[in-house]
């Protein structure tokens, strides 16, 4: 009878054990699932990173409207400085293979970031940003975590 009681006991407590886990792993999936890029905080925060010129390094949207890299962007108009209405929502549809709601591993916060700061080894263009102060590594930092346009 003994070895019953140890048997119950010890299936209650897998059980138990097993719905703590698979209520914790539900928590974070539904934080995650929480955090969604906005739109309007790419369109006038992220977008205006792509088109500035840092020194020591050509513009994003120089490489990356006519890259194959995984981020890619939508070719200006001829004489334009900014992408219009439909090329933003292009561009914000193309972003969302490499910024992953809430995650810190998204391609766009690391890859243009300098590998002594937490980047990647290697970006084409160069070590974008020096440094995670940089106000516009910041900026791309805010967007995939989910910060909203005010």
């Not at 009681?5 to 698979?22: D, E, K, P, Q, R």
């Not at 914000?92 to 992953?100: C, E, G, P, S, T």
């Not at 709601?101 to 160069?126: F, Q, T």
Request: with cysteine.
């Amino acid at each position: 009878m003994r070895a019953s009681s140890y048997a119950i006991a010890a299936a209650v407590f897998a059980a138990t054990a097993a719905l703590s886990i698979a209520i914790v792993g539900s928590q974070a999936a539904a934080a995650a699932s929480e955090t969604a890029l906005d739109y309007d905080f790419f369109k006038t925060k992220v977008e205006p990173v792509f088109l500035t010129h840092r020194a020591g390094h050509t513009r994003c949207v120089a490489c990356h409207t006519q890259n194959n890299a995984p981020f890619h962007l939508v070719k200006l108009t001829p004489g334009s400085a900014t992408w219009s209405e439909q090329q933003s929502r292009q561009n914000f549809q193309l972003i969302q293979r490499v910024a992953i709601p809430g995650s810190m591993d998204s391609p766009i916060v690391h890859h243009p970031l300098a590998a002594k700061a937490g980047g990647d080894p290697h970006h084409g263009g160069g070590d974008q940003f020096e440094s995670q102060n940089d106000p516009a590594w910041q900026t791309l930092k805010a967007f995939v975590m989910g910060e909203k346009a005010k």
